[in-house]
């Protein structure tokens, strides 16, 4: 069975998004950096971690992620996308057949995993990932730190329980641009 596996950039401060996120400004100000690294796909290591990331059979993400990067225009890579939501698409999804809005975070993983087949299945979003941590439904995190203190913003993991979740380290690259690719397994 596949493993569900969150893929981040974050500053080394943990900011996600820059200050000022919103549907216009998706990243908050200055948050486009934290992607930098995923454009240069050409260079060794960078380039071995986006084949990765491009190589997953599902997506799980959070409307919040989903929404503002317009549904990656319904097509994230050629792979099926579960939206979680509260409430209906605010954006036209209707003629996007990969994508399938819920609320259920236990069905959208389970049906990512079934379409994923022997593939990872690619969290995003911040929520997202706090939510499958808490329900231990969140198997590995891939964290691309980039070296930059973006200062405030979204941090990834600002409303995590306070009881603590062990990692395992998996593994550790030296990206170009002085990204630090790192990977961590959850200890359950």
């Known amino acids: 069975m596949s493993a569900t596996v969150l893929y981040m950039s974050m500053s080394l401060d943990g900011f996600i998004a820059g200050p000022n996120e919103r549907l216009d400004n998706p ?30 059979g599902a997506i799980v993400a959070g409307s919040g992620t989903f929404e503002p990067a317009h ?6 890579h050629g792979v099926p996308i579960w939206v979680l939501s509260r409430h209906e698409p605010r954006i036209d999804v209707s003629q996007w057949p990969l994508v399938t809005y819920t609320n259920d975070l236990n069905r959208a993983i389970a049906d990512a995993k079934r379409a994923a087949g022997e593939k990872t299945v690619l969290l995003h979003g911040a929520a997202t990932a706090q939510r499958a941590l808490a329900a231990g439904l969140l198997d590995e995190l ?8 973006i200062g405030q913003g979204r941090r990834l993991f ?4 306070p009881e603590h979740i062990e990692l395992e ?3 550790i690259l030296e990206g170009e ?7 961590y397994r959850v200890q359950r």
Do not use: C, Y
């Open 27 to 56: 990243l908050g100000d200055g948050g486009g950096r934290l992607h930098d690294w995923s454009f240069t796909d050409r260079v060794p290591i960078n380039g071995q971690v986006f084949k990765e990331f491009m190589a997953t």
């Open 71 to 76: 549904g990656w225009g319904g097509d994230h």
């Open 142 to 149: 891939e964290l691309h730190i980039i070296p930059v203190l």
């Open 158 to 161: 600002d409303h995590l329980a």
């Open 169 to 171: 380290r998996t593994r």
């Open 177 to 183: 641009d002085g990204v630090t690719h790192m990977h």
